[in-house]
């Protein structure tokens, strides 16, 4: 019956996409450690890095794709920091959770609307952007796919890296445990908060520029991948950075060989349903991480 | 008694008021009426678990879209009396507040967010894709109305007098859940979970209450949209719409059933009157939340409430100064 079928094919999309998740869950991960704060609003930071890399620096502009992923990164991480002091850390002092959780959706909202309003409504594609594809034996590989893969194998190892060796890295992790003692030690929590979100909006700048060729940029490209990332981080260890990439690749794993058993249509459920199995039956996800 | 006779003598008037303005307005407003009349019963209905007990229910739509498609399958497909659908909208809410009830205990804050979000998203699907059931994305029509013994609604519109009904009850059965001690211990169970259940209540039969009073509410709202609007599509059914209900408690008044009016009304008519605004309105309204949210988190009415009680105690100690 599976004779026919290329197995590889799945697998390969399969992982791209699941690393496409995992940046996701990492980049919530990050404001979660730093904040407590669950970032409702990613999904507007990813369409918002598509848009400037897609509509302004390589349509409006016409600069070389190089220089446009640099300026994209560039106004993502000065616009981290302004939302970061401006929404953010006034939400996260507030009394219940659900106060914050409801202002980072109406921001998600608002980043929307703007994004709406500024390159207006109809998607567009991004031409010439990474549309080749590599073929070995019947799968194709589109080369998105592989740079998808190293770009995030490269930040998986990059943040680790930062968070090890250098100062403002280790900060972030004393704050993201305990900000009091943190701020004892002379850290500056709020600096701290703002370079993180930063980061964070810098990772999904990135993911927006990676899911160009994916999806095409439009208001609504990032919606399904934003809450597969969610539930990524939660089925792969709530907290923890290796736990995204895993549940990460996992749920786009699952996702591919899903359709296999029932229609496609179903699809999108297979994220969901395994979050839900997971929260049920084990809420530490794969890899025990302490919060759950 | 004096008092109550004086205040079931406003209410009256409200009510009357209500129903003039309705029939002096155009079809439009009336229709933006109609539709702030299930809006209400929904947000109603999520006071008891978000507002009030504090988990964030972000499925709030598919424990509408489960109840207008109940309601509709079941008038239409398996031909029921549109009453005894409606009460067995009962049993819908009942069960779906089981469902969503049992993990909420074993999750917080931010898990059971996304558990609510994934059940609405698996509604969604299912009403989405099981086409000889619910009609799919071609929708599901004909839904049968509710019919009272003197009164038979001739058009859309006059719908409204039976979804009035349907508010007021719904408004009062809320006040008197919201001020009672199951009203006192969800509150109790927002604030400090842990000093509630050393003081002796049960958190998980609350949890689960908290939810079953959504979900029933939810269902009775399902039967309201169904038969208001007689044609179902799974496209009004997607999660922007659960954060509309958030929003409308959000900035109406957390806990509180007047709170629940005023924001259901705000979001409903809001965006009618700044349309004047064009492209703006929704930035602008959304840019007035997050104000809100940071500066007056708790919602409009609590905030009346503050400025009406500092008036009163002004006036008090003017009295007595006088005096």
Known sequence: MFSNINLMQFVVTGIAMGFIYSLVATEYTLIYNATGLVNFAHESFIVLGAYLFGGTFVRAFGLPFWLAIVLTIVSMGIFGILVSTVVLNPLRNLQFITYAMFGTMMLSRILTEVARLAWGPIPFAVPGFLRSSVKFGSTFMPSSYIYIIAVSLLIVIGLQVFFKTTKMGKAMICVSQNKDAAALMGINVTRSINLTVAISAILCGIIGILATPLFNISTGMAASAALKGFCAGVIGGFGSYPGAIVGGILIGLLEQFGTLLFPTAYKDVVAFAVMILFLLVRPSGIIRAKKA | ??????????????????????????????????????????????????????????????????????????????????????????????????????????????????????????????????????????????????SVWFYESQTKSDYFYILLAFVVIATVVANRIVNSKWGRSFKAVRDNSEAAEASGIDISKLKVMAFTLAAVYAAIGGAMYAGYNTYLNPSGFTLEYSQNYVAMLMIGGIGTVPGCIIGATIVTILPELLRGFADYYWIMFCTVCIVMAILVPDGLWPLIEKVFSRLRDFIQSHKSKVA
Do not use: C, D, H
Not at chain 2, 28 to 49: A, E, H, P
Not at chain 2, 77 to 84: C, L, R, Y
Not at chain 2, 95 to 113: D, E, I, N, T, W
Not at chain 2, 120 to 126: G, H, K, N, T, V
């Open chain 2, 1 to 146: 008694m004096k008092k109550t006779v004086v205040a079931l003598f406003g209410w009256i008037l409200v009510l009357a008021l209500v129903v003039l303005i309705f029939r002096f307005s155009n079809v439009y407003v009336q229709s933006i009426m109609n539709m702030l009349m299930y809006n209400i019963v929904l947000v109603l209905g999520l006071n008891f678990i978000t507002g009030l007990t504090g988990q964030m229910n972000l499925g709030t739509v598919g424990m509408l879209a489960l109840g207008a498609y109940a309601y509709g399958i079941l008038t239409v497909t398996a031909g029921w009396n549109p009453w005894v659908a409606l009460f067995a909208m009962f049993a819908v809410g009942f069960a779906v507040g089981r469902l969503l009830g049992y993990p909420s205990l074993r999750l917080k804050g931010f898990y059971l967010s996304l558990t609510t979000i994934g059940f609405s998203e698996i509604i969604r699907l299912l009403i989405t894709n099981i086409e000889p059931l619910t009609g799919g994305t071609m929708g599901f029509s004909k839904v049968r109305r509710l």
